[in-house]
């Protein structure tokens, strides 16, 4: 379950939070008592966020900045599926894998993203686009000139613009998913003590290597 409550129809009457409900569990349903989209996803995300109107509108805003965007939405969606992967989001990484492939592009390019430094299915531009995406996920915008110049030998500056703005806005979709736990991101931490062995009672793995003294 998320970290945060869930709002259920019967507790809002905001009409853009009742839409997408409608839109995406059905009219009358209540997503919270019954929850799961066509996309096979729980739909949390959007009824933790129904939490507040105002932040709910904004985020749904912003899906809404594709339709002015020029950029070839292959690039879009390699920069998101990649974002998802880089932040280490099951949830974007998942959807916009799906989304990759309503579009057409070959499973195997698809799985490719998350290898994608060893793999031969993307041409040049598709690989600056995903070290770009590296560069703003993992380094924080530190982004090599030769990145960079490749981008620019293929794109506007209008399209890298487009392009870095989508980008980041998953990466923070992304992150919030993952802190809130929502969707697929309603995992426990992999990172946790293994036990020892019965028995063994520590002391300084240092000395058993040199043979202390």
């Not at 965007?69 to 974007?92: C, H, I, K, N, Y």
């Not at 996920?137 to 530190?142: D, Q, T």
Request: net charge negative.
């Amino acid at each position: 379950m998320p970290r945060l409550r869930q709002v259920s129809r019967s507790e809002t009457d905001d009409k853009l939070v009742l839409f997408f409900y409608d839109k995406l569990f059905g009219e009358d349903r209540d997503p919270v008592a019954e929850p799961g989209t066509a996309a096979g996803s729980p739909g949390d995300w959007w009824t933790t966020f129904a939490l507040d109107p105002a932040i709910f509108k904004h985020c749904v805003q912003g899906f809404g900045v594709y339709r002015g965007v020029e950029l070839d939405p292959l690039l879009r969606e390699l920069g998101q599926t990649r974002a998802g992967w880089a932040r280490g989001s099951q949830f974007v990484f998942s959807q916009h894998c799906k989304q990759m492939r309503a579009m057409g592009v070959p499973d195997e390019k698809v799985q490719a993203v998350a290898y994608w430094e060893v793999s031969e299915h993307f041409d040049e531009l598709e690989r600056a686009v995903l070290a770009y995406t590296d560069a703003l996920v993992l380094n924080g915008g530190r982004v090599h000139d030769e990145v960079f110049a490749t981008l620019k030998r293929h794109l506007p500056d209008e399209q890298i613009l487009q392009l870095t703005y989508t980008t980041c806005l998953y990466d923070m979709h992304a992150t919030m998913s993952k802190a809130l736990r929502t969707e697929f991101d309603d995992r426990d931490d992999p990172i946790v003590e293994v036990a020892a062995p019965e028995g063994f009672h520590g002391g300084d793995i240092a000395d058993d290597v040199i043979g202390g003294g």
